[in-house]
């Protein structure tokens, strides 16, 4: 049973426009949310992070949004690079040492 | 600062086998976790190791096994190797236990293909 999902397996975007990833969960026991992206032939790279006591985090280009209620949450990227075309993974974690939990990613194909 | 370093970076074997793979983490981190990657399941969590003990296990069967060092280098084996074990098996390393959303570092990881 997936407890991180991202229903959208690709997105395409034109350059210079916004880019919306979207994450639901299942656990309610999940407190903080990390975005990682990832290359070709490269390992993932973390992105951003939120934890559940805030409902937005913002780092330059990338924000990401919690819904707790609907527990959903997402990733916005504005504007829009080429160099953004990768696959994005949506990861969450309950509190206390525990592994994190990844969504099966989204990839991102940003348009010139 | 060094990345996470993972070797080899591709391996063939062919089922029955077993095979060893090594993860350097970042200088100065002692949390070694594990994960395989598949196209339909996506990033799955095997282990973590601390302090060269396993800390956390994910739902794999006993076959997957690793170890740490006490320099924090970790090993990941898998023994009687099946084709469905084919996957990028990805390691992340960060300061210390892995949780409370703390960001993980990846390495490149290691494409295991089983024929």
């Known amino acids: 049973d997936q407890q991180v999902k991202q229903n959208s397996p690709s997105l395409s975007v034109q350059e210079g426009r916004i880019s919306i990833l979207n994450c639901d969960y299942t656990?309610?026991?999940?407190?903080?949310f990390l975005w990682y992206k990832k290359y070709p032939a490269e390992g993932p790279t973390f992105l951003i992070s939120i934890s559940s006591i805030k409902d937005k985090n913002e780092d330059g280009r990338f924000t990401v949004f919690l819904n707790k209620s609907a527990k959903h949450l997402s990733l916005h990227i504005v504007p829009s690079q080429p160099g953004d075309s990768a696959v994005y993974f949506c990861a969450a974690s309950a509190s206390g040492n525990t592994p994190l939990v990844f969504g099966k990613g989204t990839r991102l194909s940003v348009i010139a | 600062k060094a990345g996470v370093t993972q070797t080899p970076r591709y391996l063939i074997k062919t089922r029955g086998q077993q095979v060893t793979l090594s993860c350097s983490p970042i200088s100065g981190h002692r949390s070694v976790s594990w994960y395989q990657q598949t196209p339909g399941q996506g990033l799955q969590f095997l282990f973590e190791y601390f302090s060269e003990t396993q800390r956390n296990k994910g739902n794999f069967p006993g076959r997957f096994s690793g170890r740490q060092f006490s320099n924090s280098r970790s090993e990941m084996n898998v023994s009687t190797l099946e084709l469905g074990d084919s996957a990028l098996y990805l390691c992340?390393?960060?300061?210390?236990?892995?949780?409370?959303?703390?960001?993980?570092?990846f390495g490149d990881g290691t494409r295991l293909s089983i024929l």
């Open positions: 656990n309610s026991m999940f407190d903080y």
């Open positions: 992340a390393s960060s300061p210390d236990r892995a949780g409370y959303g703390q960001p993980q570092h």
